[in-house]
């Protein structure tokens, strides 16, 4: 099995790769039974932030993780990513600012991103 660690390295990395902004993951185990943890980032246009989603994708299957299910890559306006303990949430600018995702789960504490 692996680490959180780990697993939050990969999906840190993997979409820093592709430049994700504003990267943000919340530790939700206290507040909902959706998930244990909640990635929230943005890309500047519909391309990055598929590409983003993408390299999540291959970086989490080359940990052997299954995707349980992908929404959004039509418009690619939000992406969701859902990996049953950690959901990826992959947002235009305008959309995260108008969900608010961080506001509503604002008392999740922050995850710290060891990028080493």
Known sequence: MLGEDKIVRCIADAALEE????????DVRELTILADYFV????RSSVQIRSIAENIEKKMAELGIDLLRRDGYQESKWVVLDYGSWIVHVFHPEQRDYYKLEDLWG??????VDLR
């Open 40 to 43: 929230i980032a943005s890309g």
């Open 19 to 26: 430049k994700a902004l504003d990267l943000i993951m919340l």
């Open 107 to 112: 008392d999740a504490p922050a995850v710290q």
